[in-house]
């Protein structure tokens, strides 16, 4: 091996040294051997015998300096993994992290033994087996569910998938990156809207288009109101153009049966976006709509876009999977029913067409809005 002395050096130096020489000799030994590549068979063998005489009666720095120099090694035995992980210390996670290759087995003892920054570490590899996956699901535990929501290379399906929706609704963080993922149903985050960024949270909107869902328990209600659509929008408009944003959250709590604390959530959110379910939910129209809206957002900085954005949802998402989300919230509905084939989201395949629920609207709704708000900022600036 090249720079690694022949075992019976090693074994020489061990018989006539002490503590100190040991020390020296772990050291020395595991550099070579992290230093000597892919070893062959006869050479990790006999450098397994030699770490196993050695980390023993090292002194406890010694140990952990060795195994961390040998964590860097291209290829390790299960032997030799469970001595970088028995004697490594405080470095186990950079190890876990860091490791080309982890047996099944060490990341099974990890989790066993309920190592919960160790269990998350592992949650974040790439190379998870079903048997370690299944162990991780099973922990109770943010630090581990974050991790596993953020790894791209876990399908979020069947019992994982479910796993992952009931852990948003109760961690923020948890629900912030199912939402960054191109491969997790953004629907399936409605309960956690009001945990999300601006961004996510038309993301959630946008996974409803042209989309079919289950009949909703709030629905009935809405259709028994719906018919004073036009009253109910004068009077956001009117309340909202004079900023009584505590009146427009009692009105939202008597129309929709929302908690008022819910309720003053929507009514001071300057994004629009939960708004814009309660309006669409209602069945009010792009035109009549974006009145309302814009005299609730406060958009600094493309306005004209955001509006765009809006009227587009308007007529790409209907009334009904609005109120499906609005129940959502109440927590009244079981939004994994969404994954059953008759409510999957809609999916464009052809590459020449535009996906018409990102593509900017451009319309005389759009267009009258955008000029109704540069009168209103022309007002505010006179």
């Known amino acids: 091996m090249l720079g690694f002395q022949p075992y019976e050096t090693f074994q020489l130096l061990i018989e006539t040294g002490g503590v100190d020489r040991t020390n020296t000799l772990l050291i020395a030994a595991c550099d070579a051997y992290a230093r000597r590549g892919r070893p062959t068979a006869p050479e990790m063998e006999q450098f397994e015998a030699l770490a196993g005489r050695l980390f023993p009666i090292a002194g ?17 035995s299960p032997a030799l993994e469970q001595l970088v992980v028995d004697n490594i210390g405080e470095d186990l996670n950079s190890f876990l992290a860091g490791a080309k290759e982890l047996s099944e087995p060490t990341m099974l003892e990890i989790v066993a033994r309920y190592d919960v ?4 570490t592992i949650a974040a590899r790439p190379d998870l087996s079903n048997v370690v996956l299944a162990k991780l699901f099973q922990m109770n535990s943010r630090k581990v569910y974050r991790a596993l929501a953020s790894n791209t290379a876990i399908v979020p399906r069947g019992a994982y998938l479910s796993a992952l929706a009931r852990s948003a609704q109760m961690d923020h963080m948890v629900a912030e990156a199912l939402a960054k993922r191109t491969d997790f ?3 399936l985050l409605a309960p956690a809207f009001f945990d999300l960024s601006d961004e996510h949270r038309i993301k959630v909107i946008q996974a409803f288009t042209q989309r079919e869902t289950p009949p909703s328990p709030i629905r009935k209600t ?3 109101l719906s018919v004073a659509n036009g009253e109910l929008t004068k009077a956001l408009m009117k ?19 929302l908690d008022e604390v819910r309720c003053g959530q929507i009514a001071h959110d300057v994004t629009g976006a939960s708004l814009f379910v309660i309006l669409r939910a209602f069945g009010c129209t792009a ?5 309302v809206l814009i005299h609730a957002t406060s958009h600094d900085n493309e306005r004209s876009r955001a509006l765009a954005d809006f009227a587009t949802m308007f007529g790409n998402v209907t009334p009904e999977s609005m ?4 129940s959502a919230w109440r927590g009244e509905v079981n939004l994994l029913e969404l994954n059953k084939p008759e409510y999957k989201p809609f999916t464009q395949t052809s590459r020449r067409t535009p996906n018409a629920a990102l593509a900017p609207a451009h319309n005389p709704v759009v267009d009258q809005a955008i000029e109704a708000l540069a009168r209103i900022g022309a007002r505010k600036a006179g």
């Open 222 to 224: 809405i259709e028994q």
């Open 323 to 326: 109120a499906y989300l609005m």
């Open 287 to 291: 035109y009549d709509g974006l009145k």
């Open 60 to 76: 406890s720095q010694a140990k952990a300096k060795g195994a961390a120099i040998l964590g860097r090694a291209e290829m390790l």
């Open 185 to 187: 149903d953004a629907a």
């Open 117 to 120: 920054p160790g269990a998350a």
């Open 239 to 257: 309340l909202f153009s004079e900023n009584r944003r505590p009146e427009v959250t009692r009105l939202l709590s008597q129309i929709t049966g």
